[in-house]
T-cell receptor, first 112, second 112 residues
Framework: NAGVTQTPKFRILKIGQSMTLQCTQD?????MYWYRQDPGMGLKLIYY???????DKGEVPNGYNVSRSTTEDFPLRLELAAPSQTSVYFC???????????FGPGTRLTVT | DQQVKQNSPSLSVQEGRISILNCDYT??????FLWYKKYPAEGPTFLIS?????DKNEDGRFTVFLNKSAKHLSLHIVPSQPGDSAVYFC???????????FGEGTQLTVNP
């Protein structure tokens, strides 16, 4: 049981490039989330999904897009990368509204 | 607007002593609170939670206290162990949603 997996672990992008951060969970959870963590800060919610085909914005959605075509996968797309998107990105899932969230190991992204 | 705040960025304690991590919140709609622990280069892992209908919840060496009138919660770790050294995040949610709001985190260091 792998839980929540994220790829890649590290990535360096040039300004203006785009990329997709992959997230997969094998726990059959309906709820999935994308967070970013900047140094010395808590986790900020970017986007979340309550089920396949349903997504909604979090606190900091600008510059990102998501899709949820299956229960398992919740990719995060960065278009036109900017230095302000340098951060560590965490994907998480939960099985119910009151359930705790399970996090992936994170993707460290640097935009230069 | 920081709705969940952890005012101490760091805390250092001796092995065997008590660690007390604090968290304040401003949103009176929050009614479920969680603590997560994070080691370097890993995703956060769930530690313990408490519902607003309780004022205390215990799990082994970890106890969370909730003071609703003061909008304050704390995590007690007794006795502290070197393996407890990590960043601890406080998080809160409303009954009506699945989204978590995180504090900035407190780096706990337990010295042998």
């Amino acid at each position: 049981n792998a839980g929540v997996t994220q790829t890649p672990k590290f990535r360096i992008l040039k300004i203006g490039q785009s990329m997709t951060l992959q997230c997969t969970q094998d726990m059959n959870h309906n709820y999935m989330y994308w967070y970013r963590q900047d140094p010395g800060m808590g986790l900020k919610l970017i986007y979340y999904s309550v089920g396949a085909g349903i997504t909604d914005k979090g606190e900091v959605p600008n510059g990102y897009n998501v899709s949820r075509s299956t229960t398992e996968d919740f990719p995060l797309r960065l278009e036109l990368a900017a230095p302000s998107q340098t951060s560590v990105y965490f994907c998480a899932s939960s099985g119910q509204v009151f359930g705790e969230q399970y996090f992936g190991p994170g993707t460290r992204l640097t935009v230069t | 607007d920081q709705q969940v705040k952890q005012n101490s960025p760091s805390l250092s304690v001796q092995e065997g002593r008590i660690s007390i991590l604090n968290c304040d919140y401003t949103n009176s709609m929050f009614d479920y609170f969680l603590w997560y622990k994070k080691y370097p280069a890993e995703g956060p892992t769930f530690l313990i939670s408490i519902s607003s209908i309780k004022d205390k919840n215990e799990d082994g060496r970890f106890t969370v206290f909730l003071n609703k009138s003061a909008k304050h919660l704390s995590l007690h770790i007794v006795p502290s162990q070197p393996g407890d050294s990590a960043v601890y995040f406080c998080a809160a949610k409303e009954t009506s949603g699945s989204r978590l709001t995180f504090g900035e985190g407190t780096q706990l260091t337990v010295n042998p």
